[in-house]
């Protein structure tokens, strides 16, 4: 254990959100997402694990990882097939942990499923979690942590 850090941020987790740079983009999937051949693709080239909730996993990373605040949308969600502008329950609650960790609301995109996949095979990582609700699937962009000065 490590003070100050969220107990489910294991070391590989750790690692992968430090080498990131500004702009690179992490996927955070549910049980369902083809979480391995998909994280074979990207930057790190293997898959990571959060067990728990998307919510819970999405609170943890976002205790240490800033947002990306020069695109129009650092985060993303997989759209409903047949019904993009549906928001599922998961999603709802992604948004709210989301706007907790920024301390104001932060509008999330949407991105069609089969372009969510060609999105997460170009990220930097692959978070898989625990959650078996529909559509825990996201995309969110690194940003800065500004001087202090």
């Given at each position: ?5 969220d ?8 690692h992968a959100?430090r080498?990131?740079?500004?702009g ?12 391995d ?20 996993a ?5 205790s ?11 985060v993303?969600?997989m ?5 993009p ?15 907790k960790?920024?301390g ?8 069609e499923?089969m ?18 609700r529909?559509y ?6 690194k ?5 202090k000065?």
């Amino acid at each position: 254990m490590l003070k100050n850090l969220d107990p489910l941020l294991n070391a590989d987790v750790l690692h992968a959100l430090r080498a990131m740079g500004h702009g690179d983009y992490l996927v955070l999937s549910d049980t369902n997402f083809p979480s391995d051949s998909v994280a074979r693709k990207t930057v790190l080239g293997k898959l990571l694990r959060i067990d728990a909730s998307c919510p819970r996993a999405a609170r943890a990373i976002l205790s240490v990882m800033p947002l990306d605040t020069f695109v129009e949308h650092a985060v993303f969600r997989m759209e409903v097939v047949g019904n993009p502008k549906d928001i599922q329950p998961v999603q709802k609650e992604v948004q709210a942990e989301i706007d907790k960790a920024e301390g104001k609301p932060w509008p999330m995109g949407s991105i069609e499923r089969m372009q969510f996949y060609e999105v997460a095979k170009k990220a930097y990582c692959v978070i898989t979690t625990a959650e078996t609700r529909f559509y825990g699937c996201f995309v969110f962009t690194k940003g800065v942590i500004p001087p202090k000065d």
